[in-house]
């Protein structure tokens, strides 16, 4: 078992003023596989004075001393990939077709964002004046649980690209991937003060993060009611807020589609990451001439779909986070089936043959209807609605008549009637034919599915600020 009892401030690995010990399971087996003892509010003042007083000096760095931090960074997460894969797995669930990709894409992140640093001007004309991108202070960055090490990672380059220091909150659930990140990261030899982890609650250490006077920057991940009580406090000093928050992406299958591509890609939007993904597409939107077409092909598709042992190659879906989470699913499903949508497969419980470990059966509901809760509310689980349109003008109604709008699936076999579609959804991505993924391309959401943008430029310049000078003319 692990026990995990220091965070990291000011360059070295310390001991937490924090006293709170917290178990980590494997949830899989719902087995606890170590503890790691929390950072309190006194730890999180510490990590901020760190990173105050070690701003000024890396705020004047050059160009291309940043680019040889990340640089390291990204070796040294590189090299860290088998043990971060195995406890993707361990701590988390992500079955190993999936745990290999998002081990590497912890380090392929820092690569990234040096990229956008190479070629970035932070120096610019704009009439008379010289506008400068200044780096805005001290950065606050809270990590979810659902991909912890490639969010801590990617929050972190574009932070120190930009000229920022950081305090880094990550999510106490995933303290074991949190530590081989963070042992990475020091072994890139970085100066002093530039990075801080402290692991902790939400309603201590990301409390005093989201309130405290000395952060002057806040990046978020994670779901829309703490991402409105962080923007909430964030406000008290008029804090720079990027959110990234949750979603209820739609698929939108028209009616020109041809359902043997279109339904396993539909599957495999809304069941990605176990389900636990904001981008997760879980309101699957069909032609209600194709009904029944469509249901055909998800019990066919379905069947090559397999929730079970993280560890088996075959497996697509692994198991909840945590009992609690998989309590939540439950009720979801049970809301969905009282609310009057059929069953099409799947359901309460375990997946046959499974009798321990928070695992949920692929499911997916058929006749629902959009003002279901089911269809509102985000599930953050391997639960799935069709509802059926009758005309493409129906199909984008109900698609962009969500709350959130964070990405949203395209499927047709005439690209460019789906990019017609795409351009009308409410969505801050739209992906025609593909789950492909594109690092230089801002993300983010419309509506309560967030404020501001990550990645590329967009996501460096949401920790700069511009200066105009004017006179004084080089």
């Keep these: 078992m692990q026990r995990i009892d220091q965070i990291y401030i000011n360059g070295a690995f310390v001991s937490p003023h924090g006293q709170e010990l917290f178990d980590l ?42 680019l040889a931090m990340l640089r390291r960074m990204h070796a040294a997460m590189a090299a860290r990939e088998d043990q971060l894969n195995d406890a993707l797995i361990e701590e988390y669930g992500a079955p190993a077709s999936r745990s290999r990709w998002m081990a590497q894409h912890a380090a392929s992140v820092l690569l990234d964002a040096a990229k956008v640093l190479e070629h970035y001007d932070f ?42 220091t950081a305090v880094i909150k990550p999510s106490e659930m995933s303290a074991i991937q949190t530590r081989i990140v963070t042992e990475a990261l020091h072994a890139a030899d970085l100066p002093p ?71 396993p890609l539909a599957l495999q939007a809304g069941f990605m990451n176990n389900g636990q993904a904001c981008i997760a597409g879980t309101r699957i939107l069909v032609p209600e001439g194709r009904l029944a077409e469509v249901e055909a092909a998800v019990l066919q598709a379905i069947d090559t779909i397999t929730a079970g042992d993280p560890h088996d190659p075959r497996t697509s879906i692994g198991p909840m986070v945590s009992e609690k989470q998989w309590q939540r699913v439950q009720r979801y499903i049970r809301i969905g089936i009282d609310d009057g949508a059929r069953l099409l497969v799947g359901g309460e419980g375990r997946p046959q043959g499974v009798d321990k470990g928070w695992f949920v059966r692929p499911t997916v509901f058929s006749g629902v209807s959009n003002d279901m809760t089911i269809a509102r509310e985000e599930i953050f689980g391997p639960v799935l609605s069709i509802i059926s349109y009758r005309d493409q003008e129906e199909a984008i109604r109900i698609a962009n008549d969500t709350p959130y709008g964070l990405q949203a699936y395209v499927l047709s076999a005439d690209t460019e009637r789906a990019r017609q579609v795409a351009d009308r959804l409410e969505a801050g991505r739209v992906l025609i034919n593909t789950l492909a993924h594109e690092p230089a391309a801002p993300f983010g959401g419309f509506k309560q599915s967030g404020i501001g943008r990550e990645y590329g430029t967009f996501g460096l310049e949401a920790f700069l600020e511009p200066k105009s000078i004017l006179g004084g003319a080089r």
């Design 25 to 66: 399971f494997n949830p899989a087996t719902g087995q606890v596989i170590g503890q790691v003892r929390l950072a309190d509010e006194q730890d999180a003042r510490d990590a901020i004075a760190a990173a105050k007083a070690a701003f000024p000096a890396f705020s004047r760095t050059t160009k291309a001393e940043r």
């Design 123 to 164: 120096t610019r004309r704009a009439g008379t004046a010289e506008v400068i991108m200044q780096p805005l202070g001290v950065a606050g960055l809270i990590t979810p649980w659902n991909n912890d090490a490639g969010f801590i990672c990617g929050k972190l380059a574009a932070a120190l690209a930009a000229g920022c």
């Design 193 to 263: 003060g530039l990075f801080n982890i402290v692991t902790g609650r939400g309603e201590t250490v990301g409390a005093t993060i989201s309130s405290h006077p000395d952060i002057a920057k806040i990046s978020f991940t994670g779901s829309t009611p703490v991402g409105k009580s962080i923007l909430r406090s964030a406000a008290e000093t008029l804090k720079r807020v990027t959110l990234e928050l949750g979603g209820k992406s739609p698929v939108v299958i028209l009616d020109d589609a041809d359902l043997s591509q279109a339904i």
